[in-house]
């Protein structure tokens, strides 16, 4: 069992920066995948980033490449994503979530644990 908590969220102009924080309560933290996603009004729900725990590999959206950047502290029970240069379309409601699968972090079925979300408004 996890329970994941985002935080972090706000809203910015175009160009800010925002980090994402997600807390997972759960003994094996070290063990999960971790990955986040976002769903903005009137989408399907997107993958961003995910970060493996076998070898630390990560991965990106064409979308967020080379401006995200997700991280973990296993010793804090906490993955984190680093987001520069927002832009307009990056607004969404932006989702941790946790498996303990290493392949295919890129779709969503195979996450296990999800937070609730946290807003993430980027105005022009």
């Known amino acids: 069992q996890a329970q994941l908590v985002e935080s972090g969220g706000g809203s910015v102009k175009a160009g800010d920066s925002l980090r994402l924080s997600c807390v997972v309560s759960?003994?094996?933290?070290?063990?999960?995948?971790m990955g986040w996603f976002r769903r903005a009004p009137g989408k399907d729900r997107e993958f961003v980033a995910a970060i493996r725990s076998a070898d630390g590999n990560v991965f990106y959206s064409d979308s967020v490449k080379g401006r995200f950047t997700i991280s973990r502290d296993n010793a804090k029970n906490t993955v984190y994503l680093q987001m520069n240069d927002l832009k307009p379309e990056d607004t969404a409601v932006y989702y941790c979530?946790?498996?303990?699968?290493?392949?295919?972090?890129?779709?969503?079925?195979?996450?296990?644990?999800w937070g609730q979300g946290t807003q993430v408004t980027v105005s022009s």
């Open positions: 979530a946790a498996t303990i699968d290493q392949l295919r972090l890129n779709i969503a079925r195979v996450y296990n644990y």
């Open positions: 759960a003994r094996t933290f070290s063990r999960f995948a």
